[in-house]
Every structure is written in C-alpha cells, then in structure tokens.
C-alpha cells in the first residue's frame, strides 16, 4: 500500500507551510534519508525528508501552494500501484495573491519625494521574465533568501523575473528557470540600466512614491503579527530606561579588535550579549517566565537575539550564554545570524530562549521600547551610541559616549525594583567591560 506523506509541523507556531520546490518528480526512485522539497515554514526554508523506499507515484501539491498541516504532499509506493488524493484534513487554503488597485487621481499634485518587460521566448520552458509592465520604480522584489543567494550566484536580475511563488514570490526555481534561459536584448538593456548609479531626487514631483496595492502576508509575517497582538495584549508591560558611559567599552574593543584580527573582531552587540549573561547570574529573577499557576525559574541564561529578515524577524538563541566567553559569543552570534537572514535555522536554534535583545544603535535610533517575546518575562532594547557633552565626576562639562538601554519587563514576573537591580548591574559590566572578556 502505498506511503502517504503529509505535511509536518516543523514549527511551535507553524499551522502552514509553502512548498516551495520538489526536488523529487513523480516517477523517481526515493529511499529513506533522501529530500523530496524545499518547504517555507514561518521561520525559516527546510528540506523535507523521505522515511520511505520506493517510487515517487504521485504529488498533491503543486510548488508554489501553501499546504496545511497534516494535508497529504505526496505518495510514495511500488511502481504500477494505484494512489487517490486522500481528503484534506484541513479547510482549502487559498494561495496568496497579490491584488494591485490603481490610485484615484490626485486632485492636485502634491509635492511628495520621488523613490528612485522582455517578451517571453516561443519554446518551453516558458521563461519566468515579466512579460507585462515592469515593477514600479520603488517597488520591493519579492524574493526568498535563498532564491535571491541563487540570483548572486548566477548573475540573474531579480527585477527581470516573474515570480511563481505565493504573492508572485521569485523563488529558487524561478532564479534557474532564468538562467538557463537565452538571453534577448530588453533584459540586458534593463540589467545595464539597473548597474547605472541613481541620481539622487532633489525637489518635489507628483510621481506617487510607490504602487498603491495589497499584498498577501507570508507565514512568517503572519505568525508574527499574531504573537506581536498575544504579547502586548496579554503581558502587562513596563518599561525602564537607564544611560550608560559607552567609552570604556568602545575603548577595550578597539584594543581587544587591533589584536584578533579580522576573523576575531567583537561587535558592540558581542558586549552586550555576554553583560546581559552574566546580569542574569546577577538579578536570576529576571530569567524567569510566566506559567499562569506559577513563575519558572530557568537554571541557564539561554540569550536570544533579534535578527531582521525579509518578512520581519527571528531570535536565534545563545544557550548557556553564562558559561560562554565573549569570543565565544561572538562566534555564534555570527553563525546564526548569517543562517537567519538565508532563513536556514532549525527550530531548536531560536526555541528556549530565556531573555532577549533588541538593538537597532547600527541604524541610528537613539532609544526605542522593545515587545517583550513570551515567553520570555524581558527584552533589552539598545539604541546607539551618542556623543555628546556630560558631567564628570568632578562637576565638570566633558566630551562623552553615551548609550540608552531600555528594558521592557513583564510586570507579573518582574517588579519595578528587580528590573532597576538589573539594568544597575548591567550598567556596572559594560562600565567595567574588562569583567565580561571572560
């Protein structure tokens, strides 16, 4: 009888998952251990795995689709056996679609910022290359991580491609579809007209500053806004915010980066990281979570850290930070960072976090209040470093660098005076960042 795979929950939070690209057709020996498809989750791109030997007889699911689950993927059997599509188990999910509506005239111009189609070939494969009006100028690619790694890889214009993905997304498909594909004269007339650099706009124009339309929301952007709604809606938030002198740390990691090397170098983020470890060895109760009936208490400071991926973030987890040096730290950091933004991570890779942070001083934002992620009980916000005069300890004016550290705490686990008793000692560390080299 022949083997029916369904689609698996590859995520706490996952309720569908985009399949993206089959690696197996129909027809094809498998065996056990061998990947049948590429599927998106709401957290990352992952291979789906056979369990089975035999032939790939039948696909119930077209790449592309969305797939809820527990709904049935595909068969796997003895050639010549017969296969039905089994029920779904699930109400039919509609594949996003992207619906454009043109702008009503404006009834004057309004002085607004201006935001700086090849025909397709006769033969099949037909190529996936816009054969209707180019994208608007402004307009965002719509393109998976690993399609847009691909595109690099092969010198293809993601502009000059027609997505066959969910919402018109290009996908890996679509980026080999295109390179294979020969190349006519619109595509390299507009490839070149890409790589010449963009004026910068100076004045006004009526032009509209992007297409006005509405686009489906991914897995993962849709996940995300549903735990955003759960946690500032359930979570009794509060907020405290404290300055701290940034220049002995500045200093040290100038010194500590003159010495690694390139490969070793640590980001003020390493330094935050591995303080914010070491404060929860300070303050345990800040590395607690609520559980309705009672307060867990968790023994490792498991840290996470918020990275910005295309449909919004993920926070790839630091475990037993505590017991981590920084250079240690650092290397992590950079690994799961790199494997979030190709949307590569496993789910035990941002699961279990214990506390997390948010920082946002790489792209100029002075301070900001974070939403804490449950079911951690706070997240550390940290904006960048400013310079700017201060008062010395002998009452004198003096250059200084400052840098805004706000925690969001959840008030049914953390009070008022346990969040100021950690933002004091993570205060002292990165005053004193010689403490957290080790």
């Known amino acids: 009888m022949p083997q029916i795979i369904d689609m698996p929950k590859l995520s706490d939070t996952m309720t569908v998952g985009t399949l993206v690209k089959w690696l197996k057709h129909e027809g094809d020996a498998v065996k056990s251990g061998d990947m049948l498809a590429e599927v998106e989750t709401d957290k990352a791109t992952m291979e789906l795995e056979c369990f089975f030997d035999g032939t790939l007889l039948k696909q119930f699911a077209a790449a592309g689709s969305q797939v809820a689950i527990g709904d049935a993927l595909c068969a796997v059997g003895q050639p010549g056996e017969k296969v039905e599509a089994p029920a779904k188990k699930s109400a039919p999910i509609a594949a996003p679609v992207e619906e454009t509506k043109s702008a009503p005239p404006p009834p004057a ?25 180019p994208p608007a100028p402004g307009a965002r690619v719509k393109i998976s991580p690993l399609a847009r790694k691909l595109a690099i ?26 390179a294979k594909a020969p190349k006519s004269a619109a595509p390299a007339a507009a490839s070149a007209k890409a790589k010449a650099p963009a004026a910068p706009f100076i004045g006004t124009s009526d032009a509209p500053v992007q297409a006005e339309k509405v686009t489906k929301n991914s897995n993962m952007r849709a996940t995300i806004a549903r735990r955003l709604i759960e946690a500032k809606t359930t979570i009794p938030h509060f907020y405290l915010e404290t300055e701290i002198d940034a220049a002995p740390m500045l200093a040290l990691r100038a010194q500590v980066n003159d010495v690694v090397g390139d490969a070793g170098k640590l ?29 867990k208490a968790h023994a490792a400071a498991n840290v996470s850290f918020a990275v910005a991926i295309e449909d919004g973030l993920i926070t790839p987890v630091i475990f037993n930070a505590h017991a981590k040096t920084i250079h240690q730290i650092s290397a992590e950091a ?40 449950p079911p951690n009980a706070a997240i550390l916000a940290v904006g960048t470093t400013v310079k700017k005069p201060v008062v010395n300890d002998a009452g004198q004016i003096v250059p200084g660098e400052r840098l805004a550290l706000t925690l969001s705490c959840d008030h049914r686990v953390v009070n008022g005076a346990t969040g100021a008793q950690f933002l004091a000692a993570l205060k002292d560390l990165l005053e004193k960042p010689v403490t957290v080299l080790f």
Request: hydrophobic fraction near 45%.
């Open 109 to 133: 111009p309004v002085p607004v910022p201006a935001v700086a189609p090849a025909p397709a070939p006769a033969a099949p494969p037909p190529l996936p290359v816009a054969a209707a009006a």
């Open 153 to 178: 890889e092969l010198s293809v214009n993601p502009a000059n491609v027609q997505g066959t993905g969910p919402g018109g997304r290009i996908v890996r498909a679509d980026i080999e579809a295109a």
């Open 267 to 295: 980001s003020v983020n390493d330094f935050i990281l591995k303080a914010c470890a070491h404060a929860l060895r300070r303050v345990p109760a800040v590395n607690c979570s609520w559980e309705g009936d009672g307060i």
């Open 334 to 373: 950079k690994a799961l960072g790199a494997k979030a933004k190709a949307k590569k991570l496993q789910p035990n890779e941002y699961s279990g976090g214990t506390f997390c942070v948010s920082n946002l001083g790489m792209f100029g934002v002075h301070r900001f209040s974070a939403i804490i992620n």
